[in-house]
């Protein structure tokens, strides 16, 4: 079958594109020793980042600034895996490692947020198992039809102005940047699907007796450890019936302390429901074999140790084998405690059939395995989501004066910070002291004007005071701006603008009167070019409506 897809394609495929891929075929081998026995594949996940919270302003009549109006940024995209049963290779994903989301769009004014960016779903064969690439720790495992997994978040969209506005502070000239989305390695693996997992002592007849129950054509030879790669065969017996099965190379003495290649297959049959263990007749002492590898397995995997095995004496068409075989068969039903146990012979095939039969019958009524529960790690969170606001100062003695801030949290608060808008440098001020980054800066003996880095932004350290990096002219304009509104005196002592760090609620419940004066209808309009005169005047237009 697989043979048959290749050639479909190859048609298609012009020289350059085929030899393109065989090179990246042979050069993930080489770096990758166990692609060629798995299907595998790595790819770089990067969900979009979210839109760009807008500032801006209503126009009113008379006075060039209304109220802010600027709308929040849309959602950067997500990526999901999808199980698809329409696909039983990872292939495609070797042919695109990258894979990218979208950004949200931009918030705009006129309270308009920005749409977000559609998800991404990539396609995989059900049984896939994910890894991040780093740590290698299993993300999730998808199973059944249609199931799916978030392996990056798409960034959540920036506030614009109109969500900063309090009764306070009426005109705020601060947005957030949207969220960066989550970006990330994975290292994807195909599980096989197997009914009946073969297993036996090298040299046992493995291969023989699946090309003797299949169409598969194994490798088959007389001298140990012929197979290195998993065959998978399929028995047909009729009807639609059909066994799967699988001829897993290499399970030897040693095998679990990582002698020879036992180890790193092993993994891959813990699907099979039955396996099958194929015992060597001509062997010296097949009931020591027999133990050995059980012991073997047992050291290797106690849930497939645990799985229901039907055993196998081969061989029998030997003569040697065959004056032996009614003790032969009595020594294996004592070892193995149970009574399903047959000689067979699959150079001969002679009652292959019968065994297979009895196979499809005895995994039938065997219930579909859990898995054993893999340690997993959610890679559905994006960075804001993580519920620690945990940081960490470093400091180096021979560079006395710098001090980087290290943390999730904060950093990513530094990506979304519109360092052009002094209220919202001022904003993340405030969020160093929330979080007790500056107290412990001070209490590490940081100074006045020391360097604080975070991330890939410099600061002056100037404990309870806004940033000194904002322009003077700025804050001028800023003060200006000030004054000229009219504010109670206890209002403005009360200016404590509440930060909550955002698993308390902080980063998204806005208070409700912040919102005080403006419902859903929009009567108002941003100012544009052929608002003015030609002297500069604002001119009135007909179709403006007051409704307030
Ligand atoms: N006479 C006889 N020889 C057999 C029988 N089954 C397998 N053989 C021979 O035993 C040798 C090993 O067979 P394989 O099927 O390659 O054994 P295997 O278990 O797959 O061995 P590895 O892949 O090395 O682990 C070959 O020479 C086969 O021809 C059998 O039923 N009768
Ligand atoms: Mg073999």
Redesign the pocket.
């Known amino acids: 079958m697989a043979t048959e897809v290749f050639d479909a394609d190859k048609e298609q495929e012009t020289k350059k594109n085929q030899s393109r891929r065989i090179q990246s075929l042979q050069k993930t081998e080489k770096d990758d020793p166990e692609w060629k026995f798995f299907d595998t594949a790595r790819i770089h996940v990067q969900a979009g980042d979210g839109g760009t919270g807008c500032v801006a302003f209503r126009r009113e009549k008379g006075e060039a600034r209304g109220g802010p109006n600027g709308g929040r940024g849309g959602r950067g995209g997500s990526l999901y895996l999808i199980a698809d049963p329409g696909l039983n290779t990872l292939m495609p994903l070797r042919q695109k490692v990258h894979v990218k989301a979208r950004q949200g769009r931009n918030g705009q004014g006129k309270n308009r947020d920005g749409t977000s960016a559609d998800n991404i779903y990539i396609r995989v064969p059900p049984g896939t198992v994910v890894r991040d690439l780093k740590t290698q720790k299993v993300a999730g495992e998808l199973r059944e039809a249609g199931q799916k997994l978030l392996v990056a978040k798409g960034g959540r969209g920036g506030r614009g102005n109109a969500a900063f506005m309090t009764a306070r502070r009426t005109a705020p000239k601060l947005a957030e940047r949207g969220e960066p989305g989550s970006a990330r390695w994975l290292s994807v693996e195909l599980r096989l699907l197997a009914d009946v997992g073969?297993l036996?002592?090298?040299?046992?007849?493995?291969?023989?007796?699946?090309?003797a129950a299949s169409a598969a054509r194994?490798?088959?030879?007389?001298?140990?450890?012929?197979?290195?790669v998993p065959n998978l065969g399929v028995c047909d017996l009729g009807q639609g019936a059909g066994l799967v099965l699988c001829?897993i190379?290499?399970l030897i003495e040693g095998a679990s302390e990582g002698a020879g290649m036992g180890g790193a297959f092993l993994r891959h049959v813990q699907r099979c429901r039955v396996l099958l263990h194929?015992v060597?007749g001509?062997s010296e002492d097949p009931i020591r074999d027999f133990n050995i590898i059980n012991k073997e397995l047992q050291q290797y995997d106690e849930f497939l140790a645990q799985k229901p095995q039907v055993v196998v004496l081969?061989?029998?068409?030997?003569p040697e084998v065959q004056e032996r075989q009614e003790e032969l068969m009595e020594a294996l039903r004592t070892a193995t405690g149970h009574s399903r146990v047959l000689a067979?012979?699959?150079?001969?095939t002679e009652r292959v059939q019968e065994l297979m039969g009895r196979l499809r019958k005895f995994v039938n009524v065997q219930p579909v395995p859990d898995l054993p529960v893999l340690p997993e790690i959610d890679l559905s969170k994006a960075g804001l989501d993580y519920d620690s606001d945990d940081f960490e100062i470093q400091s180096d003695p021979s560079y006395p004066g710098q001090w980087r801030v290290l943390g999730e949290y904060i950093e990513q608060m530094a990506k979304m910070t519109h360092w052009e808008y002094p209220e919202a440098v001022e904003r993340f001020g405030r969020q160093l002291e929330a979080l007790g980054i500056s107290a412990e800066l001070a209490r590490r003996g940081a100074q006045d004007g020391d360097l604080i880095m975070i991330d890939q932004y410099d600061f002056d350290f100037s404990p309870g005071m806004t940033n000194v990096y904002i322009p003077p002219d700025l804050l001028e304009q800023e003060e200006k701006f000030a004054k000229s509104k009219t504010m109670k005196k206890e209002e403005e002592e009360n200016d404590q603008t509440s930060w909550r760090p955002f698993q308390e609620g902080g980063f998204l419940d806005v208070d409700v009167e912040e919102f005080v004066g403006f419902g859903e209808e929009d009567d108002w309009d941003l100012l544009e070019d052929d608002d003015f005169d030609e002297d500069g005047a604002f001119v009135y237009s007909d179709d403006e409506v007051w409704t307030s």
Request: proline share 10%; aromatic share 8%.
């Open positions: 073969f036996g002592m090298p040299n046992a007849g493995k291969s023989t007796l699946l090309a194994p490798k088959i030879a007389n001298y140990p450890f012929t197979t290195i001829d190379p290499g194929v060597d001509t081969n061989k029998i068409d030997v067979i012979s699959a150079a001969t």
